[in-house]
């Protein structure tokens, strides 16, 4: 017998009411193990002192050696300020720590990437640009996380500029980078192509703006694009854009080269015909409503990507005529979820010593992501690989790290076959710890209920 809607809103619900509970008697997620041997006390004159001061001398006759000695070349900074975090908004840095330590699980299990939270007490943009300039040595790449508009973008251009390290927000390129990857499949699922699409983007913060520039420069057309945001429709005569040109340039650029047709109103004006909704929005549901699928083109596709709700329930996308829903939830099919490309991401950057991760390589990598899913498997219900599919990172890091060298930004170079082999060792070597610590009672067990 199918489920009831009420039974699915009901378990969907289940994991919030599980993480408080689990997340205090685990004390957090995550932790700082050893990786070298310790056979005893003496050992520390080797790794401490008076030893360690051989490899910083060495270091400091030739800077390239800290990835020698160090962890450096395989750990980097997750920075926030907090202010925009999940569905739950401007929160601050202690309330964002939680989900700066499962940002960091996630680098970890599924790319072998020790990532290190940073929640900086702070909202001034320049003060956070100057904080990640500061602590850059010490990390091989640095995550910017839940960071609010237009901020965002200022923190980004402004590292990307001037850091010794590559520098992504994952927020922006992430998600524009593995809803690329989602997109390619769908509209091979119902038989449309990127350049003939006409695409409905539901909000106009971090998440679509920098979607809108990668799928742009992977083929959709940008005319062909209707942006929404709580206001209306993006076109030339939104006035109030317009007034805020100089604190929202990126807002306005999407006013005068979208939206061809310039329509006007609001979303359900942009999705009037639309095959394509990418909505970044608001937690829902009921932000979008059934009537204004039911107007789109024929086999639509969907995606209602808000959190932790999305925007339309999928179940109600598809009774109002959706061909394929994908949300950013893990219990539902279709998920788009970041963690699909960063791992894997920087796995590869930081294997060829990227100095930077440009949307040419964000192109391969959802290029790569895409390619995850063979044709034989790919349907409705099945655009994107799940994350229990672990090589997953491995072949998004071989992608990535052939754009690098190909784009000349890899300071080492390493066949596309070694780079896979290696993170794959290294995702390996991950998973196989976390369950031996599981079974020897070092990591709690979890009881449901």
Not at 101 to 114: Q, R
Not at 164 to 187: K, R, S
């Amino acid at each position: 017998m199918a489920a009831s809607k009420a039974d699915l809103v009901a378990k969907a619900q289940q994991p919030a009411l599980q993480a408080r509970r689990l997340h205090a008697l685990c004390r957090g997620k995550i932790q700082i193990m050893p990786k070298c041997p310790i056979r005893g006390l003496d050992d520390f004159a080797i790794w401490y002192t008076p030893g360690v001061a051989e490899p910083c001398r060495a270091i400091v006759k030739d800077p390239d050696l800290v990835f020698e000695y160090t962890n450096k070349g395989n750990s980097i900074a997750i920075v926030t300020d907090g202010s925009r975090v999940l569905g739950l908004g401007d929160i601050g840095p202690r309330a964002a720590l939680p989900v700066m330590e499962g940002k960091a699980l996630l680098f970890k299990y599924l790319g072998g990437v020790d990532a290190v939270p940073l929640c900086l007490n702070t909202h001034d943009t320049h003060e956070i640009v100057r904080s990640v300039q500061l602590l850059a040595p010490a990390f091989g790449g640095i995550n910017l996380e839940d960071i609010a508009q237009p901020k965002c973008f200022r923190v980004l251009g402004a590292l990307q500029a001037d850091c010794p390290v590559p520098v992504w927000h994952d927020d922006q390129q992430g998600t524009a980078a593995v809803v690329l990857a989602g997109l390619i499949n769908a509209l091979k699922v119902v038989g449309k192509t990127l350049p003939q699409v006409r695409v409905a983007m539901i909000g106009a913060g971090a998440a679509n703006v920098s979607t809108y520039r990668l799928l742009t420069r992977a083929g959709l057309v940008k005319e062909a694009i209707v942006v929404c945001d709580s206001k209306g429709t993006l076109h030339p005569g939104r006035r109030d854009i317009a007034t805020e040109m100089r604190e929202y340039p990126e807002k306005w650029q999407l006013c005068t080269e979208s939206n061809g047709e310039r329509i006007a109103g609001g979303a359900a004006e942009a999705l009037r015909g639309a095959d394509v909704c990418l909505a970044f929005s608001r937690s829902g549901p009921g932000v979008i409503q059934p009537e204004w699928i039911r107007s789109m083109a024929k086999s639509a596709v969907v995606f209602a990507c808000a959190n932790p709700v999305p925007e339309i329930w999928p179940w109600d996308a598809k009774e109002a005529g959706a061909a394929i829903v994908a949300t950013g939830r893990s219990d539902f099919a279709n998920q788009v979820n970041n963690a699909l490309c960063f791992p894997g991401i920087f796995r590869g950057v930081l294997d060829v010593r990227a100095t930077s991760i440009t949307d040419g390589m964000a192109i391969a990598a959802a290029q790569a992501l895409a390619a995850c899913v063979k044709d034989a498997d790919l349907n409705a219900e099945r655009i994107l690989p799940s994350l229990d599919e672990w090589q997953v990172a491995a072949r998004v890091a071989a992608a990535t790290a052939a754009a690098a060298q190909s784009e000349g930004l890899a300071q080492l170079l390493r066949a596309p076959e070694g780079i896979y082999e290696g993170a794959l060792r290294l995702i390996n070597e991950t998973r196989e710890a976390a369950a031996a610590l599981m079974a020897g009672g070092w990591i709690p067990a979890l009881q449901q209920g």
